[in-house]
């Protein structure tokens, strides 16, 4: 164990050394790795994750590009899969932020955390691009969310100025844009990263469900019968004369999670080392809305976005 570990960071000083690098959003630089611009500790992860994690074949996993609204899919995947599990006057939500429901998977450390008791189905969370997975991951369901790539523009430029140290001066949109655009913000380029899936979700549909945020803010109800199919608990009919979907939907609003003490005040610790990565529950809840993009972004700037997005799209079928 130990030898493949110290041949690991090996590998990873070797490729930090080697690989394209740029200023990112944050502190921490962005590394071209295999197409895909990480922080150097992600790179690592993934390392991690490619020689440790044991997937098993009925792992469900959620894979999105940050800000296209994980935190509420999270909470809907787990109530949904879980619903024997919890009343809804005593729901495991209503004191814990929906990021404890389930693992991000990017945020594994040597030595990997033990998940072999956890029941079947496992849920796992993930950002990582399709082709950065490790591939036994690849063959387990995948439920991919993807939301409009200006939204999720304006979404992580908030995020990412709540994050940032104070000691940096503050990231402007037009920089955040312009990073955007060019691809290197983390797990970027955007467009690459719905694709990955895109791509594997029309060869294999019953192995990877598409989803759009827009899709879901449009009709939860729907979305959550879907999920409950996909990942094979459907809803029995005595379940939906009792309303149990529209309660779900219900549970996971924005209105509902975003009131909530532990949402106000609670905050998540990514990884297993405390210091880690400490995130305020309330940053990830922000407006929950579509089309903010507008309030933000000039004519010209949406212009640009389009084009990209219509030029990277235009042979996949996918309209987003
Ligand atoms: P905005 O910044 O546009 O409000 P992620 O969870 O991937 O980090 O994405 C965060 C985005 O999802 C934020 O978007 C956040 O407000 C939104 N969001 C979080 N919880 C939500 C919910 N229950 N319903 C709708 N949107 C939600």
Same mark, same amino acid.
């Given at each position: 164990e130990?030898?493949?570990?110290?041949?690991?960071?090996e590998?990873?000083?070797?490729l930090?050394e080697?690989?394209p690098?740029?200023n990112g959003w944050?502190?921490?630089h962005?590394?071209?790795?295999n197409g895909?611009?990480?922080?150097?500790h992600?790179?690592?992860?993934?390392?991690v994750?490619?020689t440790?994690f044991?997937s098993q074949?009925t792992?469900i996993?959620?894979a999105s590009f940050?800000k296209?609204?994980t935190t509420?899919l999270?909470?809907?995947?787990?109530s949904?899969?879980?619903?024997?599990l919890y009343?809804?006057s005593d729901?495991f939500l209503?004191?814990?932020?929906?990021?404890?429901?389930?693992p991000l998977?990017?945020f594994?450390?040597?030595?990997i955390?033990?998940?072999?008791?956890?029941?079947?189905?496992?849920?796992?969370a993930?950002h990582?691009?399709?082709t950065?997975?490790?591939?036994l991951i690849?063959s387990?369901?995948i439920?991919?969310l993807?939301r409009?790539?200006?939204d #999720?523009?304006i979404?992580?430029?908030?995020?990412?100025? %709540? $994050?940032?140290?104070?000691?940096m001066? /503050?990231?402007s949109l037009e @920089?955040?844009?312009e990073l955007?655009?060019?691809g290197?913000?983390d797990?970027g380029?955007f467009?690459?990263h719905?694709?990955s899936y895109?791509?594997a979700?029309?060869e294999n549909?019953?192995?990877i469900?598409?989803?759009?945020?827009?899709? #879901?803010?449009?009709?939860?109800?729907?979305v959550?019968? %879907? $999920?409950?199919?996909f990942?094979?608990k /459907?809803f029995?009919?005595? @379940?939906v004369e009792?309303?149990v979907?529209e309660?779900?939907?219900e549970?996971?609003?924005?209105?509902n999670l975003s009131?909530?003490e532990v949402n106000?005040?609670?905050v998540?610790?990514f990884?297993k080392?405390a210091?880690e990565?400490g995130?305020?529950?309330?940053q990830?809840?922000?407006?929950?809305?579509?089309?903010d993009?507008k309030?933000?972004?000039s004519?010209e700037?949406?212009?640009?976005?389009?084009?990209?997005t219509?030029?990277?799209?235009k042979d996949?079928?996918?309209?987003i």
């Amino acid at each position: 164990e130990d030898a493949d570990y110290n041949k690991l960071c090996e590998d990873h000083n070797h490729l930090i050394e080697t690989i394209p690098k740029r200023n990112g959003w944050k502190e921490q630089h962005l590394y071209n790795y295999n197409g895909f611009w990480l922080n150097p500790h992600i790179i690592k992860n993934n390392l991690v994750v490619h020689t440790y994690f044991k997937s098993q074949s009925t792992d469900i996993f959620l894979a999105s590009f940050m800000k296209s609204g994980t935190t509420w899919l999270k909470a809907l995947m787990f109530s949904t899969l879980n619903r024997h599990l919890y009343s809804f006057s005593d729901h495991f939500l209503l004191h814990h932020g929906p990021h404890s429901t389930f693992p991000l998977l990017d945020f594994e450390t040597h030595p990997i955390t033990d998940f072999t008791q956890l029941p079947a189905p496992r849920l796992f969370a993930t950002h990582f691009p399709r082709t950065l997975l490790p591939p036994l991951i690849t063959s387990c369901k995948i439920v991919y969310l993807c939301r409009e790539p200006k939204d #999720v523009l304006i979404s992580k430029w908030h995020f990412m100025c %709540k $994050l940032r140290p104070k000691d940096m001066p /503050p990231l402007s949109l037009e @920089e955040a844009f312009e990073l955007f655009c060019a691809g290197i913000s983390d797990y970027g380029p955007f467009w690459e990263h719905v694709l990955s899936y895109w791509r594997a979700s029309l060869e294999n549909p019953e192995k990877i469900l598409f989803l759009k945020y827009e899709e #879901v803010k449009k009709q939860p109800e729907v979305v959550v019968r %879907k $999920l409950a199919a996909f990942m094979g608990k /459907p809803f029995t009919a005595e @379940e939906v004369e009792k309303g149990v979907v529209e309660k779900i939907v219900e549970l996971c609003s924005f209105g509902n999670l975003s009131n909530l003490e532990v949402n106000k005040n609670g905050v998540e610790k990514f990884g297993k080392v405390a210091a880690e990565l400490g995130v305020d529950n309330r940053q990830f809840f922000r407006k929950g809305e579509t089309g903010d993009w507008k309030i933000y972004l000039s004519e010209e700037m949406s212009q640009r976005i389009d084009g990209i997005t219509h030029d990277k799209l235009k042979d996949s079928g996918l309209i987003i």
